[in-house]
């Protein structure tokens, strides 16, 4: 279940109120130098930023068990820790907030304790952040790079296509938004949730440079759908779409076919298809755009049950919770795509 | 590559071209009564209807050649073939269709023959719904049923929530609309394509309802995880979202959590979360919509390079081809749905 | 539960009362050219010969019904078919057959049919030797050769080391011995069990060459371990042993290290190890000996218990059985080391 | 590579030269109490005693990083840590040793620093065996005990039956035999091999008592097929064999066949298939043995090859190493087939 990868495997562990969370990456090659600069830049950008995040403080800082000496990896499985310095206080609840995972969790296991998101948490994203970090620093020689982006919150974003480099410009924003206008715009939506004890959604957009025609499988293994599968992994996903998407549903196959020329090799005009076909990269860059729910945590009054009395009651989730959850998921966007690409590059022999 | 499931294994095989495409299941619970009514209308939804679809013409019946024995499982895996009739004809090519496999097949395995879409063919998809009506009759005697539906073909669609008896209502029209006036108008969207030698895209809902609360896994194992994975192992999705969807990242907090109260047990207020929060069910029927792109295949002029001599061309695809693939979509979407399901119900006793 | 392989996928089906038995082999690679010279070799191999086997004849054609094309390997899963002709005709017992997987079969699924042996039957491993003989071809452009040997029949045997070569002249004698010196002695071991209505066992011995130092695994992956799982799926194997094996357990270390020298690059002076240390190929052969025990089936009288009526009664199992199931079983055990050694080169990226 | 089961997955990560050594055991159902007083009892098991091991000292207290709280189960991966204290400290070394794994590794990856055994040492089984006792403890209350002991050492031993009583006695003595007598004889073997500065192999028998009929896989999931693979991922083994094993070879059927007889249900008279056919239990106590190598590092001198300058060369391994690995071992057959069994009790429904 906590498992990602079939040549590279990741394991994930830990829970938001246990001393640690971290994880396994099993067959990273050995004699790999890890940059720990890089890595710290990765962990950095999940972090709230500026005052539009959680007042939540915590290090990330990665420990290194097993499976790396001096910065170099000896062919080892992996393990990184991950200090929980500041556990959840809370009490422990039967009643189930609305949008988290509390009441199937309640149910399916009796005194589930889902304080601070038990295992569901957000916490153990920080583990995939890491991992995603050695992942993209195996891919980089291969000329693979990987960087996503905020592409709206709420209502505020645009339509313009924004490349990899772009997306690595979106680093310098809090918002992780592409330029400094739009930061301005997202980080006033964002407040603006906030004060009213609210949250408020968003779509991270993700772009991988370099993968090389045919790179992927086929069918239930296309690299859109291994993607797909990690993406959804990712806590308060609801949906996902290459190229077009959604958009393309409402085009005619003549606007919709991205057409070939020659160029340097072959190239496609358009990028509608969003650098995958039959499963496989067709070259361009790979683009998909994932929809983050507003964070479910609110201040705002809700209803719900008391399942210990089975009676109906008002709840709100007091505490320090991200009002937009979205410019903290762009690093682990990134993160998973990271790990799965790496896994398929090590299946096709490309590292 | 070509598998699916983790304790009901189902893998694929065939191609366009060849004299079968099939598949196997394994693990299908022993002494199981297999109704073929049931299998031949769950075949014949894939097929095209009344002049809407490609004119080639297949009787795809089921061959049980293994694991079935007057029409009772053994308990061994279960070997179903389907004839191909009407293969093919074309010429090799060396010239990769806009929007089809073509160009990474071509580049990744030289001399790759990508008459009739190869193993990427949607013939491949026959077996996959041969495989998905097992499993929903595996899943019946549980209470769990899966219908999907047309809810959009290019601009034509409206936005009306639909429940698992409108999505079966579906099955009466053509175009797998949920009303004949949605059945007309979409009609016309696809004929009026097709008589400009165009194809036009749209959108598959999909409805499961009876799961119980806690149903699916976490994380990675996720339901809509391993669902979003099955789906896009089908050709020509380019998104899948649950519930609210993208729509969910306009919304508040406050809008997009489903609230509950007490109703015969617990229940959420809305369905916002398309029945899935944490990677499991919350009781609601699951809900989600995945978009397919306009069939590659058009008889328009598109631009293309001859890979043999590498110099720009133009191509059009001449043949018989559907010029909107949604409605026979609505078949395979319920099948994989299926697939994964009785999968998931194995693994958690519940069948 | 039927499948072997990590990256080559191996999926068995059939029983011996169904029409036919086979099997699927996934990611061999495009465009191979299969010898079906060599197929039906290797089938022959397992075919019962000069009368020491039963009378049961089957012609064990193997039939290609996808994923190859006049010979050639297209890039898709490969199904192959082998008919049944000589369907077993016996009645349904409620009597376990001492030695068969009777007991355990008739009380977990209640109703199972175990006549003919049902989905144990050793007529499964048909499509076994089928695909194993697909995997030696792709193996040896590589260089690597497998050939397995009967050692030993009830009493009858030598303890002199034999190399690959030695292996393969045993294809000459119907024991599938090394000499026609043991030919003579194991067939009428073997015809002596035979007159008494009895049953003998025997010992398979398999040599592999040409592996790369380094080749396989470690920990559960090692080459020993994987080789060992494939082969006590063959049925009525009850033993496995590696090199020195068994023999190893009363020796010093002194005596059974196998030190090195300089000799075309590095060398053991001998091969106490049977070619692996640490999981993985020393690059000395590969050599493990299988136990098979004597064919549970005899007319000798034997004690049983009727289930329906959970009394004591007394069986004789008449029909077509081979007295000794060693020389049938080279075949197998090449069979599935050949699977298993081409899907780990597959991984090691060797072929 | 380092993985085993398939619902409760186990990973082992480590090396015996890094400051730790450790598991991940996943899917150990929530609320388990976890006998903090059993598992110090199955480590202890592990530990040389009575001066017939390794000097080297290692207290291996096994910390609970996360997964478990106030030693009960939270449902999490159980993450377990077992310090390094006693860490080699001998030189790198470009000259592989005998009957160890040095050579492949050196050859597969460069500059592999094998030192202390690497990754391949047996310093990894002590959180195999920590997973063991965890596995065992989720199995008792379902009836199903498992205990091992040392069947022989060098030339001593005896063929006696054993059953899981005769097992536990074992516990008492340093050499793990089940008698005193031959704890006497089997001292002297090992205390005779290290004054030569030599080493001894021997066998380790488990028995697993309380298996329902039925319970196991077919084929390539055979139980036994599932145990051996685990077994063989043991340092040093070499062999496996069931119930009679190799012996069974020289038996007619008349002789091997277990007969069944009325006595509290069905029973077999005799266990010559150790308690397993067509791969699942037949109620018989399930009981194989296991054959271990004499330990490779020795002090007398033997040949080996400088591979830095490709010199033949003689080394000697000083240090402190268990001149039998046999009396240690027991504890890890043990908990490997601890493993197996709980993953496959959650399969069946058992547990």
Not at 49 to 71: A, H, L, Q, Y
Not at 102 to 107: G, K, N, Q, S, V
Not at 198 to 214: A, H, K, T
């Amino acid at each position: 279940m906590y498992s990602l990868g079939s040549r590279m495997r990741f394991h994930l562990f830990g829970k938001s109120h246990g001393p640690h969370v971290g994880c396994i990456l099993e067959n990273v090659p050995l004699g790999m130098n890890i940059s720990m600069d890089e890595l710290k830049k990765d962990m950095d950008l999940r972090k709230p930023k500026d005052g539009i995040g959680t007042p939540r403080k915590e290090d990330d800082d990665v420990e290194f068990i097993s499976g790396v000496k001096d910065n170099v990896t000896d062919g080892t499985p992996i393990l990184m820790l991950i200090r929980n310095k500041n556990v959840d206080s809370s009490k422990y609840t039967s009643i189930p907030r609305p949008g988290h995972a509390d009441l199937p969790a309640m149910i399916k296991w009796k005194d589930h304790d889902v304080r601070g998101g038990g295992q569901f948490s957000g916490r153990l994203t920080a583990p995939i952040v890491a991992a995603g970090s050695i992942a993209k620093q195996m891919l980089l020689p291969a000329g693979v790079r990987i960087a996503a982006f905020t592409r709206s919150v709420g209502s505020v974003g645009d339509d313009d296509a924004r490349n990899i480099n772009d997306a690595f410009v979106s680093r310098e924003y809090a918002t992780r938004a592409c330029s400094a206008g739009l930061d301005d715009l997202m980080r006033n939506e964002i407040m603006s949730a906030s004060k009213e004890g609210d949250s408020i959604g968003g779509i991270v957009e993700c772009v991988v440079s370099g993968l090389p025609i045919g790179f992927g499988g086929i069918w239930f293994n296309s690299l859109d759908a291994v993607l797909a599968k990690a993406v959804f992994g990712i806590p308060a996903v609801k949906g996902i779409e290459f190229g077009g998407g959604f958009g393309l549903t409402k085009m005619k196959g003549s606007e919709s076919n991205d057409q070939y020329q020659i160029e340097n090799g072959i190239k496609a005009l358009t990028n509608n298809m969003g650098g995958v076909v039959g499963g496989m990269s067709d070259g361009m860059p790979l683009v998909f755009r994932t929809a983050f729910k507003p964070t479910p945590s609110i201040s705002k009054e809700q209803r719900s049950v008391d399942l210990s009395v089975m009676k109906d009651v008002t709840i709100s989730t007091e505490g320090r919770h991200d009002p937009c959850i979205v410019p903290r998921a762009v690093a682990v966007v990134e993160a998973v795509t990271a790990i799965v690409t790496a896994d398929t590059a090590i299946c096709e022999g490309l590292i």
